[in-house]
């Protein structure tokens, strides 16, 4: 079991690498293709969207309007359900628009396992817009 938990945490990872590199290419290698449909991508502040067209052409976008970004994953869990898995996590984000305090998203990935690996069909994130402290 650890073994599948690990090759869905990368590839949840390569969705990360694919982002921080602005790589359309890679991006488009994470999603799943078999269900086009079924794809549904949630970035922060934005509408749900659907469908693989729109999902990567919204990647596209936001890529091209990053000059750069980095993430710091903490929090990672990986739960495997058979042929669905899910990771939660948070993203702990680095941009060159930063000043000061960096942001945080908190995020759900579901992947499904196809013959050539995991396969990413939701992404959600929402933003962290405090901190919780121990009191």
């Known amino acids: 079991m650890r073994e599948v938990a690990g090759q869905v945490e990368a590839a ?12 359309i290419d890679l991006m488009e290698a994470v999603w799943d293709a ?11 502040g934005w509408p749900m969207l659907r469908g693989r067209a729109n999902v990567l052409r919204s990647w596209s976008a936001v890529m091209a309007g990053t000059e750069y970004i980095q993430f710091l994953l903490t929090d990672v869990q990986v739960t495997v359900h058979g042929e669905t898995a899910l ?3 948070t993203e702990n984000v680095l941009t060159s628009a930063d000043v ?7 995020t759900t990935n579901v992947f499904v396992r196809r013959q050539d690996g995991w396969k990413l069909l939701v992404h959600h994130g929402a933003p962290v817009l405090g901190r919780l402290t121990d009191e």
């Open 12 to 23: 949840n990872a390569a969705l990360y690498v694919a982002f921080e590199t602005g790589d």
């Open 34 to 44: 078999e269900e086009p449909e079924a794809l549904v991508c949630v970035h922060p």
């Open 87 to 89: 990771v939660t996590c």
């Open 100 to 106: 000061g305090e960096n942001a945080a998203v908190v």
